[in-house]
């Protein structure tokens, strides 16, 4: 459905120009982004013409998917109004602030929580879906400066006067209302501790089952019903800093199931936020763990370049201040996007680097809980997608060989993923029976947990072994992955 405009769209026409897309390519692009959230799109080149030529003004996600489609290749976000549909429902900009102010911060922090149950209610796939906005790497440039330049905030004692108490004489009188922001409630460390236990609940149930798993999901209800009252409460400066650093651990947990289920756009509004509040924690490793985690995702994403400087931003603040241990998670962070970089030296030395502040850290070291995942295993596993990034099967099966050595069961997901990056190495090898074995095993864990990323992994493997399409093993790896394939995200 659309509705017309007066005149050409001749803003649209410029900037479709502009960045080089034809109508048909936009076309495709619109529809290509409405899959990912779930949405059956039939736009085509004719489609395209009439919103330019006709003013005709697409309903519903279309006008989002647009500017997202037209954002991603210029590589910056595209506002409605710059592309002629600024008349479209306006897509909500929560989350995506840094305020300086640490009320301002709450208040950012909690609408983007309360944005999660509005969309939820809708069914669908939430808000996310209807939002449709684009992953913009560009967006974390002022969080992550501001940070860089204030790491802590100087007071966040938020001291609110209790209500009123009723006269005595009323006290058998009807039950007053449910008090609201006003009558704040008064926060303790018991508060602060639940936030925590739920935290390190929705770690565990992340690594075993993956971020869409239904419990997983549990964390933006904790965020809305639990979180945000006490961010609207009343504490001292102390217990302040501690419920702020409980909150962001909570909130970069929900950016990472985000991240896990493929809901970019969700994931990137609550890093901003977590790094905001981690801020107002005062805990400069946190916040250095919440830009590590922007780093994966602009990595991930195929912003590299822009992933070390995430990576290195995180690095910066906190010499002198983390544990080896966490240093070496973000030494090898940085590794990462300088391998998707294709920049073999600056990936080597920084993961060996990595493997040294490792060797360093000790079992008394004052680790934070959010790192429990950290250890050799994991930096092997990384190493090895960092190889398989760079081309070197030989490093990639050494260093699998060494994330296998030891599965667990706690960390479910993980192991998938090595699985597939050992099934990678193999096949480039020239092993096209290990290739197939480790990828057969990789379905099967794929299939026991709820995760995009790894399904993308899968879908990447059978990518590569397409040509040998005709080979029974492969037929048979293909015909076992697809119902994994063929689920809803």
Not at 100 to 122: C, F, N, P, Q
Not at 194 to 210: P, V
Not at 459 to 480: A, C, Q, S
Request: neutral net charge; hydrophobic residues 40%.
């Amino acid at each position: 459905m659309s509705r017309e405009q007066r005149g050409p769209n001749e803003k649209l026409g410029t900037v479709l120009a502009l960045a080089g897309i034809s109508n048909a390519g936009l076309a495709r692009r619109v529809n290509d982004l409405g899959a990912q959230r779930g949405l059956t799109l039939r736009y085509d080149k004719t489609s395209v013409a009439r919103w330019v030529s006709k003013g005709m003004v697409p309903q519903g996600a279309a006008p989002h998917l647009i500017a997202a489609a037209i954002g991603a290749k210029l590589g910056r976000p595209v506002p409605l109004h710059e592309i002629g549909l600024a008349d479209a429902d306006p897509a909500p900009e929560v989350g995506l602030a840094f305020p300086r102010d640490v009320g301002e911060a709450v208040k950012s922090a909690t609408d983007l929580y309360r944005l999660d149950l509005a969309g939820r209610r809708t069914g669908g796939g939430g808000i996310w879906q209807s939002l449709a906005g684009s992953f913009a790497v560009s967006a974390y440039a002022t969080p992550a400066s501001r940070w860089l330049i204030t790491p802590a905030d100087p007071t966040v004692a938020r001291l609110v006067a209790p209500p009123p108490a009723e006269p005595a004489d009323r006290a058998a009188g009807p039950a007053p209302e449910a008090p609201g922001d006003d009558a704040a409630v008064r926060v303790g460390h018991s508060d602060v501790t639940k936030l925590r236990e739920a935290a390190e609940d929705a770690r565990r149930w992340d690594s075993k089952y993956g971020g869409g798993d239904w419990r997983s999901s549990m964390v933006p209800e904790c965020l809305r019903v639990d979180a945000a009252p006490l961010l609207l409460g009343s504490y001292s400066d102390e217990v302040g800093r501690a419920l702020f650093g409980a909150t962001a651990e909570l909130t970069r947990l929900a950016g990472w199931m985000a991240f896990d289920t493929g809901q970019q756009e969700a994931a990137q509004r609550y890093y901003i936020q977590a790094l905001r509040l981690a801020r107002a924690a005062a805990d400069v490793p946190l916040g250095g763990y919440v830009l590590a985690s922007m780093s994966l995702q602009a990595t991930y994403r195929g912003f590299a370049d822009e992933g070390v400087d995430l990576a290195q931003a995180a690095l910066e603040r906190n010499r002198g201040l983390a544990t080896a241990r966490t240093m070496s998670f973000f030494r090898l962070v940085e590794a990462r996007a300088h391998a998707k970089a294709n920049d073999a030296a600056a990936a080597g030395q920084a993961l060996k680097a990595a493997e040294g502040w490792l060797e360093r850290s000790r079992e008394g070291d004052a680790d934070p809980s959010w790192l429990g995942f950290y250890s050799y295993d994991r930096f092997a596993a990384d190493a090895a997608e960092c190889y398989r990034d760079l081309k070197a099967p030989r490093q990639v099966r050494r260093f699998t060989e060494q994330a296998l050595s030891r599965p667990t069961e706690e960390f479910v997901r993980s192991h998938g993923l090595r699985l597939i990056v050992s099934a990678v190495a193999e096949l480039e090898s020239g092993n096209l029976d290990a290739a197939c074995a480790a990828g057969t095993r990789a379905v099967e864990v794929a299939g026991r947990i709820s995760s995009a990323r790894t399904t993308e992994y899968v879908r990447d493997l059978l990518h590569r072994l397409e040509p040998y399409g005709d080979e029974p093993r492969v037929m048979e790896l293909r015909e076992r992955a697809r119902p994994l394939l063929a689920a809803p995200a």
